[in-house]
Nanobody
Framework: QVQLVESGGGMVQAGGSLRLSCAAS????????MAWFRQAPGKERESVAR????????YYADSVKGRFTISRDNAKNMVFLQMNSLKPEDTAVYYC??????????????WGQGTQVTVSS
């Protein structure tokens, strides 16, 4: 079992930045691929960014490529999502997730409770 707790959400104006953090506990963090998902009201949950166990490989959804950066610190059991140039359409609940599969494409088995990000125009 892996427990995940997100923090760092909030309200920001369009063009601003936020940094989300996810603290993991329970098992060896470096054994898990990590990801950030988001879900906006009335929409399906979507994958935003993923990072491999070592941090050497990353994936970004086209909608956030060039604006968001996922990173991890295996020594501190943390994963981060730096979000720059935020747009109103980035408004959603953001979830941290972990997968024990060999590939960080998922599926993802463990989820945090989510943190709200609201971007005003």
């Amino acid at each position: 079992q892996v427990q995940l707790v997100e923090s760092g959400g909030g309200m920001v104006q369009a063009g601003g930045s936020l940094r989300l953090s996810c603290a993991a506990s329970g098992r060896t963090f470096s054994n898990y691929g990590m990801a950030w998902f988001r879900q906006a009201p009335g929409k399906e949950r979507e994958s935003v960014a993923r990072i491999s166990r070592s941090g050497g490989n990353t994936y970004y959804a086209d909608s956030v490529k060039g604006r968001f950066t996922i990173s991890r610190d295996n020594a501190k059991n943390m994963v981060f999502l730096q979000m720059n140039s935020l747009k109103p359409e980035d408004t959603a609940v953001y979830y941290c997730a972990a997968t024990g599969r060999l590939t960080y494409t998922g599926p993802y088995d463990y989820w945090g409770q989510g943190t709200q990000v609201t971007v005003s125009s």
